[in-house]
């Protein structure tokens, strides 16, 4: 018993070790899929809850790596069991990342139905409200809606992207988001407004620092 719960505390460790790597930065997502990968050994070892949090984590993963999604058996399993069973954040994290699997099999009706089941999930009166996971999901739905020329949508999306992102001390992404507006005037003819939304951006991104965005 004692070697199965320091196995089990172990098994946790690692886990969240791999969950911290990829919130880094996007591109150390694969660094946590090798992590995820050299656990697959001990998944009849782990307990229902880790087995859970493995999958999650895996399809966070991938999804940061940009590696395209090609069945949602696993996370719509996920997402029920977090459903019941998860935190505010735990069930806003795994109904976005079911809503971009929903996206690489181009469901788009279902995408969006998950990432606004996600938003929905979210406690922003929270202390710990996981701000930087609510910003990717407005970010999302913006482009979803930009692919549908649906310009008030487009713009509602991507300003909620902007302010979470903000919240979330994300300022390059926050300035992202604002320029990704750009395509919402576009779509309504208004090219003056389209031109100010991006020399404001390239202002923003200067300061902050990048002039390769700002350029």
């Known amino acids: 018993m004692l070697l199965s719960c320091t196995g089990n505390k172990a098994y946790d460790q ?12 996007d591109d150390s ?34 999804n940061k790596a940009d590696i395209m999604f090609t069945s949602d058996s696993v996370m719509k399993d996920v997402v029920a069991y977090y459903d019941k069973y998860g ?3 735990e069930r806003m994290l795994a109904n976005y990342v079911l809503g971009c699997v929903y996206r690489d099999l181009h469901e788009v009706p279902l995408a969006l139905e998950y990432y606004n089941k996600a938003t929905e999930q979210a406690d922003t009166t929270a202390i710990d409200c996981d701000y930087g996971t609510l910003y990717r999901v407005y970010s999302q739905m913006g482009f979803l809606f930009s692919k549908q020329y649906l310009p008030y949508q487009i713009l509602d999306a991507f300003s909620k992207a902007e302010k979470y992102a903000y919240l979330a001390k994300d300022t390059l992404n926050a300035i992202v988001n604002y320029q990704n507006k750009e395509s919402a005037y576009y ?4 090219k003056d407004s389209v031109i100010a939304i991006n020399l404001r951006a390239a202002s923003m991104f200067k300061q902050y620092g990048n002039n390769y965005a700002a350029a």
């Open 87 to 89: 935190s505010a954040n």
């Open 29 to 62: 997502a694969q660094i946590a899929i090798k992590m995820l990968d050299a656990l697959k050994p001990e998944w009849s070892k782990f307990t229902k809850a880790q087995r859970m949090r493995y999958d999650l984590l895996y399809h966070k993963a991938m």
């Open 14 to 25: 690692q886990l969240s070790k791999a969950d911290s790597i990829m919130d880094i930065a």
């Open 187 to 190: 779509y309504l003819g208004k």
